[in-house]
């Protein structure tokens, strides 16, 4: 749902658009609610709430496939490199990995770094490299 009503009792700069997203599961036989708001630049014609809905979606797409697999698989959080050029390279190099893997098909990063992590030889072999 989405609607143009609110825009004059928000503070918000450039606020064409109001949405609601109402997601309703099911897990373990136990049934939740969860409401979420968003504010969008997109005026009404451009963006109706089938599209808003597209474009939130695709952004939980990324959040899912790449954020959270940065911050929680390669624990790119917690990690305590902090100064010079060291967290961007690392992160460069996250990146590279991931995109590696999921050009390979793969699914499952986290099973992927477990498998190549026991079996460097397969990894080195990707890229032409076998060790004898």
Known sequence: MSTTVLNDFLDWPGVR???????????DGKETVEVQYAISSAPR?????????????????IENGVH?????TFGEDASRIRSGGAPQILAAM??????????LGTDNIAEALRENAWNPQRLLAIFGKPIN
């Open 94 to 103: 996250r990146n590279a990995a991931l995109t590696l893997l999921r050009a």
């Open 45 to 61: 014609e451009l963006a109706d709430a089938a599209q808003l809905l597209r474009w939130w979606r695709g952004h939980w797409w």
């Open 68 to 72: 959270y697999v940065r911050d929680v």
């Open 17 to 27: 658009q109001v949405c609601q997203l109402t997601r309703r599961t099911v897990r």
